[in-house]
């Protein structure tokens, strides 16, 4: 009698570094519900989400069947990248970093939508780090400077 099997080789996964993270939203992230109104955002997704972000450098993604404004309002400030129905106008993310010390940045960001042959920011999404914010934003900020860096040198030098 033939000895059993081994068992199938796992595909061995890249360091997380070095990986991307394409996401399912309704029915992966969030529980299918009555009607797409209806899904839940589960309280701690957000921060998992971002959280996953950091560790991924950016390279997360959510695809969803529904317009990429429901992704973004269901999952704030989440993924860099979202896959979704299009939306009804182009718009621009426009962010700006300062990282003064390691671990700690500053920044300056809006969305912009074409309006009367110029884009124009959207009413109320400016964003400006405060003042006296406290430094838990810093370090998220800085990991955002960075991986922004990251990503815009890879894309220009390879
Ligand atoms: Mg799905």
Same mark, same amino acid.
């Not at 009607?35 to 209806?38: F, G, K, L, N, R």
């Not at 920011?121 to 999404?125: A, K, L, N, T, V």
């Given at each position: 009698m033939a000895p059993p099997a081994p068992p199938p080789a796992r595909p061995k996964l890249p360091p997380i570094a070095r990986a991307a993270l394409l996401l399912d939203m309704d029915g992966t992230l969030l529980d299918i519900a009555p +009607? *797409? !109104? @209806?899904v839940v955002v589960p309280p701690d997704l957000i921060a998992s989400l971002r959280a996953l972000r950091a560790r991924l450098d950016g390279a997360l993604a959510v695809i969803s069947g529904r317009p990429v404004e429901q992704v973004e309002a269901l999952? *704030?400030? +989440? @993924?860099p990248a979202i896959a979704g129905a299009a939306p009804a106008m182009p718009k621009l993310d426009g962010a700006c970093y300062n990282t003064v010390a390691p671990g700690y940045s500053f920044s300056l960001s809006g969305i912009y939508q074409p309006k009367d042959d110029i884009f124009a !920011?959207? !009413?109320?999404?400016g964003f400006t780090s405060p003042l006296d914010a406290p430094r838990e934003m810093r370090m998220r900020e800085a990991e955002q400077a960075q991986s922004w860096y990251k990503a815009i040198t890879v894309e220009t030098f390879g």
């Open positions: +009607t *797409p !109104e @209806a999952l *704030p400030d +989440t @993924a !920011e959207i !009413e109320g999404s």
